[in-house]
Nanobody, 116 residues
Framework: QVQLVESGGGLVQAGGSLRLSCAAS????????MGWYRQVPGKQRELVAL???????NYVDSVKGRFTISRDNAKSTVYLQMNSLRSSDTAVYYC??????????WGQGIQVTVSS
């Protein structure tokens, strides 16, 4: 049974930083692409950042230059370093682990609140 456990969320002032972590159980982490999504009430879940199994990254325009996704295969953990946070970054953040056509797992979500 694969589990994804997010940590590192919380309350921060605008302009501050947080680092989210997502630790995965099981043995497929290194074969998986990892994504960070976020969702606010009444809106669709939005892809924030993605890192492939080979380490290539992609970001939504609104976080480019502020957020950095990285992975540590030895620890089966993906990170999202969030700098220069804005109130518009407030959301529940979700970690995703997937391999197209094979598996797709989600974490339980973690709240990030940025106060202005």
């Amino acid at each position: 049974q694969v589990q994804l456990v997010e940590s590192g969320g919380g309350l921060v002032q605008a302009g501050g930083s947080l680092r989210l972590s997502c630790a995965a159980s099981g043995s497929v982490f290194s074969l998986s692409a990892m994504g960070w999504y976020r969702q606010v009430p009444g809106k669709q879940r939005e892809l924030v950042a993605l890192i492939t199994s080979g380490g290539a990254t992609n970001y939504v325009d609104s976080v480019k230059g502020r957020f950095t996704i990285s992975r540590d295969n030895a620890k089966s953990t993906v990170y999202l370093q969030m700098n220069s946070l804005r109130s518009s970054d407030t959301a529940v953040y979700y970690c995703q682990m997937y391999r197209a056509g094979n598996w797709n797992y989600w974490g339980q979500g973690i709240q990030v609140t940025v106060s202005s």
